[in-house]
């Protein structure tokens, strides 16, 4: 076989995406809020079973727009794991809020349920868990623990579309929960994200808050014959030529996942006897839990071996890369009190961890290619 190059992801067009984006230009309207976004919203919130479903530019926009919605104030507390992308954190530092970071569990990655209650103070206003790679962290425990302190539950949901805990589908748990769209999720328009509203409080004042603090939407539907000013605001609001590509993509989601799933058990099967043997761990999905077929990672047995390993297939021609730095050792994170030791599972599975090529139109032929560069290695 020639050698061949495969990326760590490649966005594929899978149906109507240009089609949908033409349209949106034949029609004259691509600022936001078109017919795309409205169908987009409508296919979201019927298919997730959610109230409302409102696109964004970016699941950091919508975690910020979570955010401004809690209203959070300089030195309220919001808890987080310290494993996750810097805009779960970010989101609620912009508000001046304080960051507390959790640990996590060793099996899926996630906010560690059972250290979850010892971090909540008086001054806790947000619990942030996300589902890392789309599988679910421990949705009963955790919010029975927000529910016994009085505080909401953020979901950041940017892997994990269409996952499920205990047959219910993740996004639908906390009073909100954040979308991605990036380019590297299972369903993109580039740049995009989508904030879900599952408490009706906050339902009018979130549209409100993505249209620059106006009631824009509400004069749109003829509620009111004007639109004004009223509250703070900012312009979160894709375009419809974006929304329409997004469209596309979503229609097409059994066959996306179908073939994403047999990706990732395409890899388990032929990893499992090559991890055994060279002490490498593999993903770990817990029965209850539907994941979204997110990602495919490898956790080796010293950030040596991850390292050698990424140069290994480099070499072969194949991208593998490693994942989120620990946030309460970054500089950032540090100057919130963050030191070493405080989140000991982060900060030896960070060293560890590596993600495989996993996108939808990976070819069998690639995939065998990069199954049998893994094999080749051991530590
Ligand atoms: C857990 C998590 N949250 C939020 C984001 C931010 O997503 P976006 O790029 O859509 O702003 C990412 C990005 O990959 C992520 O991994």
Request: net charge negative.
């Amino acid at each position: 076989m020639s050698q061949l190059t495969i990326p760590f992801n490649r966005p594929s067009l899978v149906g109507n995406e240009q089609r949908y984006m033409a349209e949106a230009i034949a029609r004259g309207h691509i600022s936001g809020d078109g017919e795309f976004t409205k169908r987009t919203h409508k296919l979201l919130q019927e298919c997730l079973g959610v109230r409302k479903v409102l696109l964004t530019t970016s699941c950091t926009h919508a975690l910020e727009m979570a955010a401004l919605l809690l209203e959070l104030q300089p030195g309220d507390e919001v808890i987080v794991p310290s494993f996750t992308f810097v805009s779960t954190v970010n989101a609620f530092v912009l508000r001046g809020a304080h960051p507390v970071f959790a640990d996590i569990r060793s099996d899926t990655l996630n906010m560690d349920e059972a250290r979850l209650e010892a971090l909540i103070t008086p001054r806790t206003r947000a619990i942030v868990p996300v589902h890392y790679a789309g599988v679910s962290c421990e949705m009963d425990a955790i919010m029975a623990i927000a529910a016994a302190h009085g505080v909401p539950v953020v979901e950041d949901n940017a892997h994990g579309l269409f996952g499920k805990y205990k047959g219910r589908f993740l996004g639908t748990f906390g009073v909100m929960a954040t979308q991605s769209f990036h380019e590297t999720k299972n369903f993109t328009c580039g740049e995009g994200g989508a904030l879900l509203v599952n408490d009706a409080r906050y339902e009018e004042r979130a549209e409100i808050i993505r249209e620059k603090g106006t009631n824009r939407s509400r004069f749109f539907r003829g509620q009111v014959d004007k639109y004004t000013w009223v509250d703070v605001g900012s312009s979160y609001l894709p375009s419809d030529m974006l929304a329409g590509f997004l469209l596309g993509q979503l229609e097409m989601r059994d066959q996306v996942q179908a073939r994403r799933r047999e990706i990732w058990h395409e890899y388990f099967r032929s990893l499992t006897d090559w991890a055994v043997a060279n002490h490498v761990r593999l993903p770990i999905v817990p029965d209850h839990c539907e994941q979204a077929y997110h990602m495919f990672y490898l956790l080796l047995p010293s950030l040596e071996a991850r390292q050698q390993m990424i140069a290994h297939l480099k070499a072969r021609g194949i991208m593998s890369v490693f994942h989120y730095l620990p946030l309460h050792l970054s500089d950032e994170g540090r100057r919130f009190g963050g030191k070493p030791g405080d989140c000991p599972i982060t900060e030896d599975i960070s060293d560890r961890l590596l993600r495989l090529p996993f996108f939808y139109d990976l070819r069998p032929v690639e995939q065998a290619f990069v199954i049998s560069g893994i094999l080749t290695f051991s530590s």
